[in-house]
């Protein structure tokens, strides 16, 4: 905008249009933020929060194989989207939604997904293992 108007062709519709492309650019480029708590998950986006009970979900799907995000559902029909790196960035959140999963899952309302826990599992820990073992000087 600076150069625009520094080139003596900036005009209000011009203006606009420069506010527009900055607010698109800053929704596509904001991460959401992901916080979690015991029995709950929640996905904040620019707009709007959706949170999820993991103590009582019923399904877990994955989407996508490079740029992978799971689709976590719960019985009260509330539903949230959360790329999986996130899960590998943070073990703290892994912890929570694998303890609210199991709560899930003997409780009996998780029905689908049961296998992409435990794939997710399966990774996470195995990269945390291999940390400590790095960290130990072991590895």
Not at 64 to 79: E, F, K, M, N
Not at 104 to 128: C, M, N, P
Request: charged residues 20%; glycine residues 10%; aromatic residues 6%.
């Amino acid at each position: 905008m600076l150069l625009d108007w520094g080139a003596g062709g900036l005009t209000l519709p011009r203006t606009g249009l420069w506010a527009v492309l900055g607010v698109v650019v800053l929704a596509v480029f904001l991460p959401s933020r992901v916080t979690a708590g015991e029995g709950w998950l929640a996905v904040r986006g620019l707009v709007h929060e959706r949170r999820v009970r993991t103590d009582a979900l019923v399904a877990v799907r994955q989407h996508g194989s490079i740029a992978a995000h799971l689709v976590l559902r719960d019985a009260y029909g509330q539903w949230l989207q959360l790329e999986r790196h996130v899960l590998d960035a943070n073990p703290l959140i892994w912890h929570l939604l694998d303890a609210g999963a199991r709560c899930s899952l003997q409780r009996g309302t998780l029905r689908h997904g049961t296998q992409v826990l435990k794939e997710l599992a399966d990774q996470i820990d195995g990269q945390e293992v291999r940390a400590v073992l790095r960290a130990s000087g072991l590895l």
